[in-house]
T-cell receptor, first 112, second 112 residues
Framework: DADVTQTPRNRITKTGKRIMLECSQT?????MYWYRQDPGLGLRLIYY???????NKGEISDGYSVSRQAQAKFSLSLESAIPNQTALYFC???????????FGPGTRLLVL | DQQVKQNSPSLSVQEGRISILNCDYT??????FLWYKKYPAEGPTFLIS?????DKNEDGRFTVFLNKSAKHLSLHIVPSQPGDSAVYFC???????????FGKGTLLTVNP
């Protein structure tokens, strides 16, 4: 079984709808991250969490919110989706001291 | 301000030859650098890393070189194989902050 799972893998929604992307991990890592990937822009950090009680904004957090329900679960919400949030979203986990991040398979989101 | 730059969007090489992927950075506070590989429909996977106190790290066919004075690192793949065809992301970390800053990626195509 995969160490980092994301649901759903693909989602189509309409402008203004609320949507939640979920991430679960079995690696036992404390740190979890949400990124988005856009063509030609690489990976950009949305939010990150160093433990259940610690949540921080990344470089592009506007329009997004997160919830760390447990050490193993980190959810990303789009309260009112807009078309420019169409992207590929990745969840990742890591554990110190080596800063290797382990990524989930991604969620492809299309906002119409 | 893009702190990690991969100026070549794509690179094509013949099987068996050397692939050289380049990455430049602007933030002298970065102290740890990583390369990730990404296949279509999958999340990025860690490939190799290097600390700023070193100038070379080798792992099988993969070698990363770091030139701190030039703020430049490169990934060498020798010999290149068709299975190496993927997008390669360069990433950098600053100090004890566990966030990674990613470049935009380089698409490597290894032709049989």
């Amino acid at each position: 079984d995969a160490d980092v799972t994301q649901t759903p893998r693909n989602r189509i929604t309409k402008t203004g709808k609320r949507i939640m992307l979920e991430c679960s991990q079995t690696k036992g890592h404390d740190r979890m991250y949400w990124y988005r990937q856009d063509p030609g822009l690489g990976l950009r950090l949305i939010y990150y969490s160093f433990d259940v009680k610690d949540i921080n904004k990344g470089e592009i957090s506007d329009g997004y919110s997160v919830s760390r329900q447990a050490q193993a679960k980190f959810s990303l919400s789009l309260e009112s989706a807009i078309p420019n949030q169409t992207a590929l979203y990745f969840c990742a986990t890591s554990d110190g001291p080596v800063e290797t991040q382990y990524f989930g398979p991604g969620t492809r989101l299309l906002v119409l | 301000d893009q702190q990690v730059k991969q100026n070549s969007p794509s690179l094509s090489v013949q099987e068996g030859r050397i692939s050289i992927l380049n990455c430049d950075y602007t933030n002298s506070m970065f102290d740890y650098f990583l390369w990730y590989k990404k296949y279509p429909a999958e999340g990025p996977t860690f490939l190799i890393s290097i600390s700023s106190i070193k100038d070379k790290n080798e792992d099988g066919r993969f070698t990363v070189f770091l030139n701190k004075s030039a703020k430049h690192l490169s990934l060498h793949i020798v010999p290149s194989q068709p299975g190496d065809s993927a997008v390669y992301f360069c990433a950098a970390r600053r100090g004890s902050n566990y966030k990674l800053t990613f470049g935009k990626g380089t698409l490597l195509t290894v032709n049989p």
